[in-house]
């Protein structure tokens, strides 16, 4: 197991209100170290220094709950397809490199701490219109409704993703798109979830604007960067039942 | 804090407390105790629910399914979380499946077997009542799940798809591919969502509870810190819901997120809760070995994978050796080379026995030198018999004659690639080996922990009004839980449960009025809570809180992990307290209180971690019995199988925390439905 000596780039940024700054460090790590474990180096030694170390949000460290963020070398969770920073590792460096580490860049993810953010904007979408309105009780027999596999496996591929906001930070213009018009999908895709679709829209859209998220961009930089390969599909149709719906008479 | 160093006789400060009542309803066979129960129960009348408030700490899926039906029933429901969403809850990373006994693969399912497999998957140490109604919930659960649009798996006749788990002979697990508790949780996360919507539910993300607040003996409330801020608040309610989750956390490395603690449900045992049967932790047979000290957190692997992988390690230990220095690799063992150990050991099961009998068959196997990595400690979970007779039966349907071996191959790999897709990414994301190609090598990790809070059948602690769901509690699982079970549990409690055995408690408050957050014992627990963390930040010693949490998971995964004796609990025991008088004098805690400050967040953690470990200690010394994830050397057969000890042991075991001498209660656990037998899957 060789050592690999790494020099970090990393944005210090005590709090929404400061300016921040690149800083710069030096870490050894090794090839099969995560990315996070080398920064849970960084951080040992910074500590052992009295330094301040340097916040990140992490927790399940399995690409499952979308708390990992972090721009590596210009990218939203690095240089892989389809991987979360947190399943990132580090055979995919090589000893010398400089690694430039930065948080998702947004209007609407204020920085908290150097590469933390504040996504509940995320969470105010889903709570404008992002469910199925059923009571606890009120379902009748799981198999009561028959639904074409394709048409489930859809759904699923749409409710895969975890939230992580790598769509925002992707885009020039910060849009919120990719993640609405996938929770769009998911229900919508559902003969559950269609009897409020064209409600569900409406509202989403319309908070997802209020919470200062730009236009598509349609450069599909989202798609690209989306951990759990999110299709920018979804995104067509989202914008078809939205522009139906203007023109449709109630 | 009081810590004596030179302490020796663990045992004889072990004290025996009172008996515990669980309050399960005498009326009615077991088959109709709940519809009974929940026909004749108190009930709390619209206008009154309106007047009461809730708090629920914890939003995965026990959490969110409650505070969104309480929600949903009326109630004012203030619901906590230290995540920054409540999405992010470790409910999320459960893969595998649900259970449920909905028969819809006709092969003989019931709620009884349900039931039947969970006791005797548990070794016989849950509480027949509690078991039996989480089977029958089971049902609801799918139905509930599916109306709120949770993409389970379905066949292309448009039904739900099932697959089988370990332990159990039927197939009744229900899978969103390997996402099952992510989508699960969406649909909590949904439903939660929308009663926040609509103001029935107030969400408070990144606070953390730091204390239980009681008043004349009823828990009333919480004190928690804002973590973006570090201000202390006071939230005052009619009672209290704790779905905080597991402890594995305290042995460091494990499943867990980084995230996952006691703290909550500790604090709460510090103000007279009781920690019922601590060392029942249970060891995942199937996880991605350690690779170095750098470690951070070990991956699970499904269990569902167990399905179509077979375990094996080599016969011969020049094989062994061959593969450990890397001039062999596992496809270059012929197969009359191989020991298929569960298969050989357990015909009946299997690569399907339960979690706790493949973990120990795994340790053997590594003890005794067969392990097949650098360190010794792995074995391998192997995909070549499952392609081949995938792709043989995949070309049959395709209409190809005489396929050759690539053709079976590809049509093979395509099959196990839909089923364990994500699976086998994951693991080629972290090891950089291909699964589709090379075997697997698995290891047993910590994963899952069966104790917990000591709850009544109405999961009300001891203390009045103070509720406990999900992995937070001990009640349904007994000595070992079986795969595909937790996500059932948890929403059982949060759906089905808690939504009707809360108003048993509530129906007696509805003239209580609103609890006031500034009486002389939310000051007082405030001010606790904040000297707390100043004395934490104040002691600027030498070490970081990582390294003590190292240090301690070592300590209990080596005395306190897949096999314990009573020399080395007692060792492991002081070695905590020794630890924990280090960390109260040496830990270094950067920044400050009153700012965003994960290594204080940490700090608190792990200085409860630090006490749990030891109750984990003497909870294990106390069991004289080998039962489910709990295996003591002193107890087993020649054959190296579980011993249980049921004329002295069916009990729960449910602690009252001390720092010099922890009180046992205990709960003797009552089997009229089924009989108590020696476990065999063989």
Redesign the interface.
Known sequence: MSDMNLKLKVWKQNGPNDKGRFENYKVVANEHMSFLEMLDVLNEQLISEKSDPVSFEHDCREGICGACSMVINGRPHGPNKGTTTCQLHMRFFKDGDTITIEPFRANSFPVIKDLVVDRSAFDRIIQAGGYISVNTGQAQDANAIPIEKDVALDAFSAAACIGCGACVAACPNASAMLFTSAKVAHLGHLPQGKVEHDKRVQKMVAQMDEEGFGMCSNTYACEAECPKEISVKNIASLNRNFIGKVFKTE | MTVENNFTETETLVKEGTGLKNNVPEAGDLENKWTQYRSTMDLVAPNNKRRIDIIVVGTGLAGA?AA??LG?LGYNVKCFTF??????A?S??AQGGINAA?N?QNDGDSVYRLFYDTIKGGDYRSREANVHRLAEVSR?I????????V??????????ANRSFGGVQVSRTFY??G?T???LL?GA???L??Q??VGNVE?Y?RHEMLDLVKVDGKARGIITRNL?TGKIDRHAAHCVVLATGGYGNVYYLSTN???SNVTAAWRSVKRGALMANPCYTQIHPTCIPV??D????L??MSESLRNDGRVWVPKKKEDVMAIREGRKNGNDIPEEDRDYYLERRYPAFGNLVPRDVASRAAKTACDEGYGVNSTGLAVFLDFAAAVIRYGKSEAISKGINNPTDQQIGDLGRAVVAAKYGNLF??YE??T?EDPYFQPMKIFPAVHYTMGGMWVDYNLETNVPGLFALGEANFSDHGANRLGASALMQGLADG??VI?YTIGQFLSKEIRTPKIANDSPEFMAAEKETREKLEKLMNIKGNH?V??FHKRLGLIMWEYCGMSRNAEGLKKGRQMIRELREEFWRDV?V??SLDE?N??LEKAGRVADFLELGENMMVDALDREESCGGHFREEHQSAEGEAQRNDKDYTYVSAWEWDDNEPILHKEQLEFKNVELKTRSYK
């Open positions: 399914s969104a039906t949903e995540h920054d969403s409540p999405r992010r470790h999320i990373a909905k819809y609801n799918i139905d509930q799940a599916v109306a709120q649009g993409p389970l798996a379905r066949e292309y006749g448009g039904l739900l969103a591919k996402q508790g992510q989508q969406i996360y949904q439903a969502s929308r926040i919507s969400m993300n973006l997120a980084m995230g690779s170095g750098y470690q951070s957190k991956t699970l990414e994951m994301k972290i950089g759906y089905f939504p970081s990582e390294s270094y950067p920044g965003y994960p290594e």
